[in-house]
């Protein structure tokens, strides 16, 4: 994991991708080693682009560390629910 949430994006959809793909890059720029994607739910696979656009695109030295996977307990108007988690963590 990177040194603090900091180092982290949070993807959702309710911004362009390209948004996502630029606080990346930000973070990279300030001379922050590794950056984590985090993603739940449908925003997973947004998540994956951002990380496959920022690496083809425009960090060609930036290499996937990890890929982490699991089921989150959030809490709705409903009650609880699982949803999927995923976490890409980037690295220079």
């Given amino acids: 994991m ?12 309710s ?16 001379g922050t080693k590794e950056v984590s994607i985090k993603a739940r739910g449908r925003a997973i696979s947004r998540a ?9 695109r425009f960090l060609s030295d930036v290499k996937v560390k990890s890929i ?11 009650g609880q629910s699982n949803v999927s988690a995923m976490t890409i963590t980037l690295t220079k």
Avoid: C, H, W
């Fill in 2 to 13: 990177p040194e603090s949430d900091e180092n982290t994006v949070f993807v959702g959809n």
């Fill in 15 to 30: 911004k362009p991708t390209m948004n996502y793909v630029l606080a990346v890059i930000t973070q990279f720029n300030k």
């Fill in 48 to 56: 994956v682009d951002v990380a496959e656009i920022t690496r083809e």
């Fill in 68 to 78: 982490e996977i699991g089921t989150e307990t959030i809490e709705n108007d409903r």
